[in-house]
């Protein structure tokens, strides 16, 4: 017989989501996840929020420097989202694409659909997770041809149809 959590779990897999690339900074080091849990809260002033699994790395990062910025993944970027998903190689996370600061110094995804880099106002612990609510200092739009990443029933697939 199924848990409880298990059946919510596959429920929730039917949730299509866009997929973003997380990260933040300390120390001359750079940290980052792949997260499904990202919306919007507010345009005036704009503000948005992160769920954070309270055992990510970049958790306690997060919560130390107070910033982070949020990468919306276009549909190539699969093989990018597979490597901030899995804990091996975290070394290698941040190479082959061109990353930079917009405001914060928490790096931001050049050729994102978007990139927006916001400083932790309030954080809400939550279960297992933390919601950090971030105001936005910065935004980049990298690109006009938009189409996203999204994660659907633990694929990574695109609006276009086409499995990624």
């Known amino acids: 017989m199924m848990s409880e959590a298990e059946h919510f779990k596959l429920g929730m897999r039917r949730l299509a989501a866009g997929v973003s690339i997380i990260t933040t900074s300390a120390d001359g ?3 980052g996840m792949a997260a499904t849990s990202v919306c919007s809260v507010s345009a005036e002033p ?3 929020l992160v769920c954070v ?7 306690e990062v997060i919560r130390r420097t ?3 910025c949020v990468n919306l993944l276009r549909d190539s970027d699969d ?9 091996a190689g ?3 996370r941040f190479l ?5 600061s917009l405001s914060t110094g928490a790096p931001a995804l050049v050729g994102a659909l978007a990139s927006f880099d916001a400083e932790v106002i309030e954080a809400v612990e939550a279960q297992t997770h933390t919601v950090f609510i971030g105001r936005v200092k910065a935004t980049a739009l990298w690109q006009d041809d938009i189409v996203p990443l999204v994660y659907l029933n633990g694929q990574f697939d695109s609006l276009s149809g086409k499995r990624a």
């Open 29 to 31: 080091e750079l940290h």
């Open 46 to 48: 704009p503000a948005l």
């Open 53 to 59: 699994n309270r055992d990510a790395t970049c958790h």
């Open 66 to 68: 107070g910033f982070f």
């Open 79 to 87: 093989e990018l989202a597979r490597r901030f998903s899995i804990p």
């Open 90 to 92: 975290r070394e290698r």
């Open 96 to 100: 082959d694409r061109h990353w930079q």
